[in-house]
C-alpha cells in the first residue's frame, strides 16, 4: 500500500473495485485454455497502455480520457502508466512464465492482497513504516492466502511462502509499480519452491 491517502475514500473504494475486477484474469486463466487466454490478456494490455499514452497528450481526447480515468487515478500515475496498465501486464507475464495454478495464485495475490493491505493499512494501520504499516502488510498476507487456499496442485508451505512473498514485496518503496513486481516475485518464489 503506497500513500493512499493521497485520494479520498470514495475514489479509492471505486478504484479497489476495478482492482477487485481484474480477478476476472486468474479465473478466466483457470477455466479458458492458455493459448487463448494468454492473447486476449495481451489485447487488454496493449488497449489500456494505448489509453495511457494518449492521455498523457493533447487535445480533445487526451483531456476526455483524462476526465474520465482521473477519478480513479493516483496524483503519481498522471504521467505513468495507470495500475490497470500494469496488472494486465502481470496478468500476460504470468500466463506466459508460470504453470497455470501458480500463475493464478500470483494474481490473486496482488488483487486481493493489495486490496486488504489499503483498506486495513488506512483505517487499522498503527504501526508505520514508510507509507506502509505493519497491520496493512499482515492484512495483505491474510487475504492473499486466503485467496488462494482452493488452489489445487500447490502444496500449502508454497501457498503460504508466496503469501509472504507478496506481503514483503509490496511494503518495499521500489521503483517499479505492485502491481508488476507482487505477481512476478510471488509467481517465482512458488516456482522455485515446487
Excluded at 496524483?75 to 495507470?82: A, I
Excluded at 501486464?89 to 486490496?115: E, K
Excluded at 489499503?118 to 486466503?146: I, N
Excluded at 496442485?153 to 518503496?173: Q, S
Amino acid at each position: 500500500m503506497s500513500n493512499h491517502k493521497d485520494i479520498g475514500f470514495f475514489r479509492e473504494l471505486g478504484r479497489k473495485a476495478i482492482h477487485l475486477g481484474a480477478l476476472g484474469m486468474p479465473l478466466g486463466l483457470w477455466f479458458v485454455p492458455r493459448g487463448i487466454a494468454r492473447p486476449i490478456l495481451l489485447i487488454c494490455f496493449l488497449i489500456a497502455a494505448a489509453i495511457d499514452f494518449s492521455r498523457w497528450g493533447q487535445g480533445a481526447v487526451a483531456s476526455a480520457l483524462r476526465r474520465i480515468f482521473g477519478r480513479v487515478l493516483r496524483p503519481h500515475e498522471t504521467n505513468r502508466f495507470s495500475g490497470g496498465t500494469y496488472i494486465l501486464a502481470s496478468g500476460v507475464l504470468c500466463a506466459s512464465l508460470f504453470n497455470r495454478p501458480v500463475a493464478v495464485a500470483a494474481l490473486i495475490c496482488i488483487i486481493l492482497g493489495d486490496t486488504a493491505a489499503v483498506f486495513v493499512g488506512r483505517y487499522l494501520g498503527r504501526l508505520h513504516f514508510g507509507h506502509k504499516t505493519l497491520e496493512g502488510s499482515l492484512g495483505f498476507f491474510a487475504a492473499a492466502l486466503l485467496g488462494i487456499l482452493w488452489i489445487p496442485g500447490i502444496p500449502m508451505h508454497v501457498k503460504v511462502a508466496g503469501a509472504v512473498v507478496g506481503a514483503v514485496v509490496e511494503a518495499l518503496p521500489l521503483p517499479l509499480d505492485d502491481n508488476l513486481t507482487v505477481p512476478v516475485a510471488v509467481g517465482a518464489t512458488m516456482t522455485v519452491l515446487m
